[in-house]
């Protein structure tokens, strides 16, 4: 071999090995970006009530009476409908077989059930048209509580000591501003945080809070979009270390004016004005002991690795709400059309 043809051949071998590498390098990189994968869903419901217990088993609700429930990852559902006039906009979980449904709109009706969705029982109904249910949450297995738009100058909310089979009017719920409520988007405009505060966000962008399980109130004015009565705060997320609320006005689905914000150093929140999420989003919630967040509405999905500083697209697919379980790397997604997805943070 003479020594042009050495050359070529060393030449060959080096830039196939540079493709090689390239090769590796891609691959490892898709392996480590976080990235979402749609389930196959028995349903068209409109679907957003979600809790995510672990990465097999999660719980959903919606339009039609909808309920579903899989506990090995999406691969099969049991579901079908409790009462197909209403809408269940909340479920919350305590176990694979034990769960419980909040309607919005008239009337007000909870579900619960003991055997894994077999059968439900009515534990509260109210006919009253005034009465619009938001999001429910509980302190343990036994307490909760349940947040309404206001009737009358004050919100109506319910509370319950016995794992929701009975639940009673807060009358030491927070006073209300002319024509404030919530959006019933995601069940998570009103959650129960880990120190064991009630945070809720209401159409006026204020953010009410009860370090006493509701006893006693105080509220701030977020820096959220909330001019129409199409916009205000939709849902919140925190953690031990971090707290972040997303929004905007869900009218002009790409609006990306004031739609998150996030609580600084100094406990101050501050809107997200470099890199905010890419329109109205009705859903956010942080991935487990990580500063990884998840925001989402129905014109796509971001995620922020800055506890909601910054965000950056994720998928374009979009969805109602998001949901992680304690310890999870990997959490879940639903919405229209009955569209369901799994989250999967490498």
């Known amino acids: 071999m003479n020594s042009f043809s050495m050359k070529m051949m060393k030449t ?81 979980a305590f176990d694979a077989n034990r769960a419980i449904v909040v309607s919005a ?110 006893r006693s109130w105080k509220w701030i004015q977020a820096p959220l979009e909330s001019s129409k009565p199409t916009s205000g705060i939709f849902s919140i997320a925190t953690t031990l270390e971090a707290a972040l609320m997303v929004g905007g006005d869900f009218s002009d689905q790409n609006g990306m004016n004031k739609n998150a914000a996030y609580l600084d150093e100094q406990g101050k929140w501050r809107i997200c004005l470099d890199k905010p999420p890419l329109g109205y989003r009705s859903g956010v919630a942080y991935v487990p002991d990580t500063a990884i967040a998840i925001c989402t509405g129905p014109g796509g999905t971001d995620i922020s690795f800055d506890s909601g500083k910054h965000w950056s697209i994720l998928s374009n697919d979009g969805f109602h709400s998001v949901s992680f379980g304690k310890g999870q790397k990997s959490g879940w997604l639903s919405g229209a059309n009955g569209r369901i997805a799994k989250i999967y943070i490498p």
């Open 105 to 214: 709109g008239h009337p007000a009706l909870i579900f619960i059930t003991g055997n894994a969705g077999d059968n439900w029982e009515l534990v509260y109904e109210n006919q009253d048209e005034k009465v619009f249910l938001d999001a429910m949450d509980f302190w343990d297995g036994n307490k909760g509580v349940i947040f309404g738009d206001a009737i009358d100058g004050k919100f109506f909310m319910l509370h319950t000591d016995d794992g929701g089979r009975s639940w009673s009017k807060l009358k030491t719920a927070p006073k209300a501003l002319e024509e404030e409520g919530g959006f019933a988007a995601s069940g998570t405009n009103m959650i129960i945080n880990s120190s064991g505060q009630i945070m809720i966000g209401t159409t006026e962008g204020r953010l009410i809070t009860s370090d006493d399980q509701g």
């Open 12 to 92: 060959k071998l080096i830039l196939l090995f540079v493709f090689f590498l390239i090769l590796k390098s891609f691959g490892q990189n898709q392996e480590n970006t976080p990235f979402i994968k749609l389930v196959q869903s028995p349903s068209e419901a409109s679907l957003r009530g979600l809790h995510s217990l672990s990465e097999s088993t999660v719980w959903v609700s919606g339009s039609q009476g909808t309920f579903l429930r899989s506990i090995d990852g999406g691969k099969s559902w049991k579901h079908g409908s409790i009462v197909d006039s209403v809408d269940f906009r909340d479920i919350h």
